[in-house]
């Protein structure tokens, strides 16, 4: 009589697990997730600025060629086979210097407000819509509002990471761009706009992101939910640290300029995408030790 093929339940996890590291795209969300997300969408802010304030190239121009360099971090990472975080946090920095330069096209005009001391014109091209913040924010909730409708129509999760193929993946990134516009309007109007200032803009968004890690110990407020309201809080705390940063005294910020902020925030993210891919690699390679129970097959 054939004996019947015995299996354990390690087995059919190293079988599992090998599927997810060949499909996993996107990282788990973590601690160090999060510290990364704040790290790459405040560099996302002084590094918009740098290119269209201080070197002077404008929103239009600059907006164009911030978008065509997320694109090709995009495609870098829909035709990686698997998750790296060098090229998932290229882009996730792209969108925010994109996403910076687009909200201020949206939201700022050719007004003596938006212009540095003494100039007329910022850059090649038009100025800006002029849509002014509360205009342009109701814009894009509503973009991003249809994105993730059209996401629930597609019954695909939201879960980042159980997103495995291409199309949860572009309506993922979809949702991150229009995230990260939205949050610069957010940030930009509580910097600008609502009296809070700088600094009181930025703890007023960490206040909120404090309520959003205390809901989640309530069971009947999704996780899910509150990920993606993290998500978009998390880059008007980028906009508001990033303006807090680089601003001049007289306004209310540090003065450290949108040079050197850029350049130390850039290799604060580099080492820790280094760090990242380590822990990657570390997990990849681990095997899995735990005893388990047998379990009883018949072959064939």
């Not at 600059?62 to 790296?84: C, D, G, M, P």
Request: net charge positive; aromatic share 10%.
């Amino acid at each position: 009589m054939e004996q019947p093929e015995v299996l354990t339940d390690l087995d059919v996890a190293s079988a599992s697990n090998t599927t997810k590291s060949v499909m996993k795209k996107l990282p788990e969300v973590t601690t160090a997730f999060w510290v990364m997300k704040t790290a790459a969408t405040t560099l996302g802010e002084t590094a918009g600025d740098l290119f269209a304030q201080t070197l002077k190239l404008g929103y239009f121009l600059t907006t164009i060629a911030l978008f065509a360099v997320f694109v090709v971090t995009l495609v870098v990472q829909l035709r990686s086979s698997r998750y790296n975080p060098f090229f998932y946090w290229t882009v996730i920095l792209s969108t925010s210097m994109a996403g910076t330069t687009m909200s201020d096209f949206m939201n700022r005009d050719a007004g003596a407000g938006y212009l540095p001391a003494g100039a007329t014109r910022l850059g090649w091209g038009p100025q800006g819509l002029g849509l002014g913040y509360p205009a342009g924010a109701a814009i894009l909730v509503s973009v991003l509002l249809a994105i993730f409708a059209g996401w629930r129509l597609s019954g695909m999760t939201f879960r980042i990471r159980d997103i495995v193929t291409f199309r949860g993946e572009a309506l993922f990134w979809s949702a991150i761009l229009v995230s990260n516009t939205l949050g610069t309007s957010m940030g930009d109007f509580l910097s600008d706009s609502s009296g809070l200032g700088y600094a009181g803009g930025a703890l007023l968004v960490t206040g909120l992101l404090g309520m959003l890690l205390a809901l989640t110990k309530a069971p009947a407020v999704p996780n899910v939910l509150l990920f993606w309201i993290a998500f978009v809080l998390t880059r008007p705390l980028g906009a508001t640290a990033g303006d807090l940063l680089t601003k001049p005294v007289a306004k209310g910020g540090l003065g450290l300029g949108t040079a050197g902020s850029s350049a130390v925030l850039l290799a604060v993210l580099f080492a820790l995408m280094a760090y990242a891919q380590v822990c990657e690699r570390r997990s990849a390679s681990r095997p899995v030790t735990e005893e388990r129970t047998p379990v009883s097959r018949k072959a064939g």
